[in-house]
């Protein structure tokens, strides 16, 4: 797989790039080991003398400049770091915080700007084949690196300033409430996953949102796309009928959009949080015989961990 350029003129342009991950570049794939599998580490590619001609300003995890003699003749993907940070090495499927800044290898001018800004981007899982991962490999958090991209025929070469800001947690790590009496009880496993035993006694006819556990990242605001994990439970019969955990991954959904009941549990809450709702038909999949649904009619009980969240950009 190759990788295309990262940045374009606007934050939202910018973003939707950084986000379709791999296309058409030059050469910037890595080379398999015996087993079929590349490791993160061996997957960045070269420094140059491309990427080793600029002059990066600015410390990591704030906005960066670039200098170079332009226009800088770019013939492959190359990456030569800036900061070293030291710590755990990232690995293959983490969900990484990064930023980036993008600059134009004709005239060095500043393209655009993204993650410096808490809210502007969702952690991204970081693999061999991402741009991410070929740019950094498996560097610690802290770390910053220069990379040059040259032309394709969708874009004119870039110089990125990579920033490698932190890893999230795949979990909720929010500090845990007092569990609130009447509402269904949670286990969770060793690895987060949770189970769920709901009480005796009919299903509440108004929604119900219990905070588990408290998180101290920002807050989800109203049209945001948030990267979380949930496990959802039949009230009537105490059984689960899905679960990004049982899916093998967090999920996000462009804008939340999700029934009423599960983005109330959503909205307001801060990032880190574990949330348990219990939401009625009408704030579901709509009262039995409302539609074909195989929930309609059913009350809902959802155990949500809030891991990120982007806001909706700005018109």
Request: charged share 15%; aromatic share 6%; with cysteine.
């Given at each position: ?207 119900q949102i219990e905070v588990l556990k408290k998180g101290d990242g920002i807050t989800v605001e109203p049209g945001d796309t948030t990267l ?82 982007q806001h909706a950009a700005q018109q």
């Open positions: 797989m190759r990788i295309r350029p990262l940045a374009a003129l606007s934050v939202a342009a910018l973003s939707a790039l950084v986000l379709a991950g791999c296309s058409a570049a030059q050469d910037a794939e890595p080379t398999p080991s015996a087993s079929g599998a590349v490791d993160l580490c061996d997957a960045q590619v070269a420094s140059g003398s491309a990427s080793e001609s600029i002059t990066v300003e600015g410390e990591p995890g704030e906005l960066s400049t670039a200098a170079f003699e332009t226009p800088l003749e770019i013939n492959e993907l190359q990456s030569t770091p800036i900061v070293e940070a030291e710590g755990d090495p990232l690995e293959n499927g983490q969900y990484v915080n990064f930023a980036l800044s993008a600059f134009s290898a004709e005239t060095g001018e500043e393209l655009g700007a993204l993650g410096y800004t808490p809210g502007e981007i969702l952690p991204q899982p970081i693999s061999a084949a991402t741009p991410v991962g070929q740019i950094a490999g498996c560097a610690a958090p802290g770390s910053r690196f220069v990379a040059t991209f040259p032309a394709t025929d969708q874009a004119p070469g870039q110089v990125y300033v990579l920033d490698i800001l932190s890893v999230t947690p795949t979990s909720a790590w929010g500090e845990e409430q007092e569990p609130v009496d009447g509402m269904p009880a949670v286990e969770l496993a060793d690895d987060g996953t949770p189970s769920v035993e709901i009480p005796s006694g009919d299903a509440p006819s108004e929604i979380l994990q949930y496990y959802g439970v039949d009230w009537e019969t105490g059984e689960s009928f899905d679960a990004s955990w049982t899916n093998g991954a967090p999920y996000s959904l462009s804008g939340n959009q999700y029934v009423p009941g599960f983005v109330q549990a959503l909205e307001g809450q801060a990032v880190g949080s574990q949330v348990l709702v219990v939401i009625p038909p009408a704030l579901a999949y709509g009262e039995e015989g409302s539609s074909d649904h195989e929930l309609a009619g059913k009350t809902l009980v959802f155990v949500i961990d809030i891991l990120a969240t």
